[in-house]
């Protein structure tokens, strides 16, 4: 079997705590490093991070809801790991909100090396709805994610003319490489030549950069539609990554705290990480227990 190293790229915004236990647990689990980017808004929260020999944090970017700037600490993670050069076959995107809710994970990707796991939902053409997020130049104040605020009305709104042709605030930047865009979830687990892939487009492309600069949740189209271009897109498939999303108008959006009774879902089907955990510290302390050396079948057996 083929020897995994990953390097896990975390985004985070709070709760120092959780990451540390998540900074332990992935410790546990496989040979990893763990590159960690704090929203600058809360850059206080740093001195509470442990720090060893396998743990870099660093505090570049104001991360808004739905800004460009989660795509831009992203690629400050990128880039640590790969000048690092400490042999990494994989990377994973995630956020400080994560736990691996199953064991197994890096033997799954020594099955399958060349494997990208990366949710696409589609691809997405002039009459989707999600175009507005490039062919739009979003104001800042409407980055707002109260979802009962009145600017996400505006939001539905402009969206929704412009998937009939109408683009208020039209993005003017052409890119001089076309490319077909598409839309999937933000976090992914990939071989580490794919993330090289993503930088050398980065460099090659600087208008690439340009062009999303004031999109709208650009997380969610800047690396798929780069991955879904590129010579590695035969290799991408289903993510490993369990999230349930809410069923109501104002919760549909987000993903909800993972639950014990999620444990179902996860063993049923192909999971080995998970978000969000937040507030539930019985779900948070069954899956320590359940990824923690020597299992927890005692107290897991039965879920």
């Keep these: 079997m083929k020897s995994i190293k990953t390097a896990y790229l975390l985004v985070v915004h709070k709760n120092p705590d959780l990451v540390n236990e998540f900074i332990a647990q992935l410790l546990q689990n496989g040979d990893c490093d763990i ?26 970017y104001e991360v808004r809801w739905g800004s460009f700037e989660i795509v831009k600490a992203a690629i400050e ?65 409407y980055m707002i994610r109260n979802d009962r605020h009145f600017y996400r009305f505006v939001r539905i709104w402009m969206q929704m003319l412009c998937k009939i042709g109408i683009v208020c605030h039209p993005n003017r930047i052409e890119l001089n490489n076309p490319v077909k865009f598409y839309t999937g979830s933000t976090w992914f687990i990939a071989p580490i030549e794919v993330m090289r892939y ?37 290799n991408v498939t289903d993510g490993l990554m369990y999230v349930r999303w809410g069923e109501t108008f104002a919760t549909r959006n987000h993903p909800q705290d993972v639950t014990i009774e999620d444990d179902k879902y996860i063993e049923a089907g192909n999971y080995f990480c998970a978000r969000k955990f937040d507030c539930n510290r019985e779900a948070i302390d069954y899956y320590l227990r359940k990824t923690a050396s020597g299992g927890c079948e005692e107290d897991c057996g039965d879920r």
Aim: charged share 30%.
């Design 35 to 60: 590159y960690i980017h704090i929203d600058k808004k809360n850059e206080s929260i740093s001195k509470d991070i442990v720090r060893n020999e396998h743990v870099f944090v660093c505090s570049e």
């Design 77 to 141: 993670l990128m880039r640590a790991a790969n000048a690092a050069d400490k042999g990494y076959t994989h990377f994973y995107f995630g956020s400080g909100q994560d736990l691996l809710v199953k064991k197994g994970l890096y033997g799954h990707l020594a099955d399958n090396p060349e494997k990208i796991f990366m949710q696409i939902y589609r691809e997405v053409t002039k009459r989707d709805r999600a175009s507005a997020r490039y062919r739009i130049r979003w104001p800042r104040k």
């Design 198 to 234: 993503i930088l050398d487009y980065i460099d090659d492309n600087p208008d690439y950069c340009m062009f999303w600069e004031d999109s709208l949740a650009s997380d969610l189209m800047f690396f798929q539609t780069i991955v879904m271009n590129s010579p590695y897109a035969c």
